[in-house]
């Protein structure tokens, strides 16, 4: 619906007429017609994006000042070609089997249409095949799109993610903007991205036009990424979770329930809580290097209804993403092993002993019979399961959770901690440990099996890993609250 409006006056980022206040942030498209500009936005109504179209009228030199203050034409830090840029060309990677099948209908009925109000052009490439991804973001020219868009689960992130860090030039390949677009299961990424920014969003529900929207006005956020040494399948990229018994138990076990969309964790948990203890009684010994800081392990404790009114505001403010300077020097196009992504991380100096080694006297070592243990690094492992809401994007702190056997009342008691998650309840339970750390090694006894998943996907049952910080972030799309 379209509303004439005088433009009246000006007010930072915030366009006033006689009866709207126009938040520039909320800001899609801005049209310059004969003695107006159309500007299409979606400003915040009751705790939901609402799309509004203003005519603003006024004298030409006050509304081309102001259209110019609306339109949004940053670089973003890959520094694309001239071309690329000015036409704000993305690429959209969509995985037709991701979740319930549905990132078509999420593309056609969510996204198009915001990307054509915002002025943006895109490439649509399906994903024909698993590491489809990964390949793709190998072979591209970074030159011809302004960011990559992800419309899947977690799963397809990771994948190009790893094409981006196994690239030659992943220094500057890591600058290009991704927008994950939830259109998985979990879509946990996708959450912490909205919750980091203040964007409201359904949990359990679509938000993928929440996602989308912010690809007119992109800010750009750092994403840190995670080194994984495992004992039997390689070198691997974590930035969401490395989990070990029950959670991946459920994580992994619920693909039989696909059909049931987000509610197969649920279907999952039930199952597995009902056998317990007769299932999930893992034990190993967890070696891992704390950090030494009172108010970062008190923080772990509060809410996500309480973050930001208990932290401030500017809590989750990231750092800025640089824009990558040395184009001309940038290393030729190639393909490059994981290993040695993280052996140049390590060049750095920031370095850990390999899986192999002894662990190092400045670590902790403790031995149990334990459910679970995960380590996390962002606010969500789930869209509806905000885990560690005081985690940040950018941060090199891993969070190191585990619940050990003889801190346990009983099956109910784990049934209550994980069934209240999505209200952060699981965080007032004693049993629930949680940690901040750089680096953590979990060795699982022998014959003590138990599922193992990284980001969500499966290795070797009951083998050891470890997962240490790096100096390497990604760039990820958010908004400006």
Same mark, same amino acid.
């Given at each position: 619906m379209a509303t004439d409006q005088p433009l009246w006056i000006s007010d930072k980022n915030i366009l006033k007429t006689e009866s709207l206040n126009i938040n520039?942030?909320?800001?899609?498209?801005? /049209?310059?017609? /004969?003695? $107006?500009?159309?500007?299409?936005?979606?400003?915040? +109504?009751?705790?939901?994006?609402?799309?509004?179209?203003?005519?603003l009228k006024g004298d030409e030199q006050t509304l081309t000042t102001y259209a110019k203050q609306m339109s949004y034409n940053k670089v973003p830090p890959h520094k694309p070609s001239e071309v690329a840029t000015k036409q704000k060309r993305v690429l959209v990677l969509l995985n037709p089997f991701s979740g319930q099948k549905r990132s078509q209908k999420r593309w056609e009925g969510d996204c198009r249409p915001v990307f054509d109000e915002?002025?943006?052009?895109?490439?649509?490439?399906?994903?024909?095949?698993?590491?489809?991804?990964?390949? +793709?973001?190998?072979?591209?020219?970074?030159?011809?799109?302004?960011?990559?868009?992800?419309? $899947?689960?977690?799963?397809?992130?990771?994948?190009?993610l790893t094409g981006l860090i196994t690239r030659a030039d992943r220094a500057r390949a890591l600058k290009i903007p991704l927008l994950h677009i939830p259109a998985g299961t979990a879509n946990a990424l996708a959450a912490a991205v909205a919750f980091q920014t203040g964007e409201p969003f359904s949990p359990r529900g679509n938000f993928c036009?929440?996602?989308?929207?912010?690809?007119?006005?992109?800010?750009?956020?750092?994403?840190?990424?995670?080194?994984?040494?495992?004992?039997?399948?390689?070198? /691997?990229?974590?930035?969401?979770?490395?989990?070990?018994?029950? +959670?991946?138990?459920?994580?992994?076990?619920?693909?039989?329930?696909?059909?049931?969309?987000?509610?197969?964790?649920?279907?999952?948990?039930?199952?597995?809580?009902?056998?317990?203890?007769?299932?999930?009684?893992?034990?190993?010994? %967890?070696?891992?290097?704390?950090?030494?800081?009172?108010?970062? $392990?008190?923080?772990?404790? %509060?809410?996500? $209804?309480?973050?930001?009114?208990?932290?401030?505001?500017?809590?989750?403010?990231?750092?800025?993403?640089?824009?990558?300077d040395d184009i001309k020097d940038a290393k030729a196009g190639g393909v490059e092993s994981l290993q040695k992504a993280f052996e140049d991380s390590n060049d750095s100096g920031n370095k850990f002993p390999r899986l192999k080694d002894p662990v190092p006297s400045d670590w902790t070592v403790i031995e149990g019979e334990y459910a679970f243990v995960c380590l996390s690094s962002i606010s969500h492992i789930g869209s509806d399961l905000p885990y560690c809401p005081s985690a940040k994007l950018g941060s090199d702190i891993m969070y190191l959770s585990l619940v050990d056997w003889r801190t346990i009342k009983s099956r109910f008691h784990i049934a209550h901690l994980l069934i209240t998650i999505d209200q952060c309840l699981h965080l007032d339970h004693e049993c629930f440990q949680m940690i901040p750390v750089t680096a953590c090694r979990v060795e699982p006894a022998p014959n003590s099996g138990g599922y193992v998943a990284i980001d969500g996907e499966p290795i070797s049952m009951g083998s050891a890993f470890q997962v240490t910080s790096t100096d390497l972030t990604a760039t990820v799309i958010g908004r400006e609250g």
């Open positions: 520039v942030n909320d800001v899609v498209g801005v /049209k310059p017609q /004969k003695g $107006s500009i159309r500007v299409i936005c979606y400003p915040l +109504i009751n705790g939901q994006r609402k799309r509004m179209v203003v005519n915002a002025g943006v052009y895109y490439t649509i490439v399906k994903t024909e095949h698993v590491q489809h991804a990964t390949e +793709i973001v190998q072979e591209m020219n970074l030159n011809d799109f302004t960011a990559i868009v992800i419309l $899947s689960g977690d799963g397809l992130v990771s994948e190009v036009p929440e996602m989308a929207l912010m690809i007119g006005r992109p800010s750009y956020k750092p994403l840190r990424l995670y080194h994984v040494e495992t004992e039997k399948d390689g070198p /691997k990229l974590m930035f969401l979770t490395a989990v070990w018994g029950l +959670i991946a138990d459920i994580d992994l076990g619920s693909e039989r329930f696909r059909w049931a969309g987000l509610s197969r964790l649920h279907i999952e948990a039930f199952v597995r809580v009902a056998q317990l203890p007769s299932v999930a009684t893992y034990k190993g010994r %967890i070696s891992y290097k704390p950090v030494e800081n009172k108010q970062l $392990s008190r923080n772990t404790r %509060i809410k996500a $209804s309480e973050v930001r009114s208990r932290l401030g505001a500017a809590y989750f403010r990231t750092d800025i993403v640089e824009e990558y």
